[in-house]
């Protein structure tokens, strides 16, 4: 196996890590900055009105993106394993 396919490998694997965390980390992020503008706002800092939205949120993402991550790493396994073959000899 050549250092470039190596790399290639890397990199896809790279993406797809990308992929799979953006839903999820961008909905933390979206609810974070609305619970911290609402705790701004009104001067509540209360821990928990941070981290129960951000939970449920996070939840929801899952459920509604989690098909399409499903599809997307299934596919990148099974290219892999097609290419295993190859990538040996």
Same mark, same amino acid.
């Given at each position: ?5 190596v790399?290639?490998?890397t990199? =896809? ?5 990308? *992929?799979?965390?953006?839903?999820? *980390? !961008? ?5 974070? !900055?609305?619970?911290?503008?609402? =705790?701004?706002?009104? =001067?509540?800092?209360?821990?928990? !009105? ?11 993402a ?9 599809h997307? !790493? ?12 190859g990538?040996i000899g």
């Open positions: 196996m050549s250092p470039d396919t790399l290639d490998l990199r =896809q694997a790279m993406v797809i890590i990308l *992929l799979l965390s953006m839903p999820i *980390l !961008l909905t933390a992020l979206a609810v974070g !900055l609305l619970v911290g503008m609402f =705790q701004a706002a009104t =001067q509540i800092n209360e821990m928990t !009105l941070s981290f129960i939205p951000k939970l449920f949120a996070v939840v929801l899952i459920l509604l993106a989690g098909p399409w991550m499903l997307l !790493l299934v596919d990148f396994t099974t290219d892999l394993f097609h290419r295993i073959p990538l």
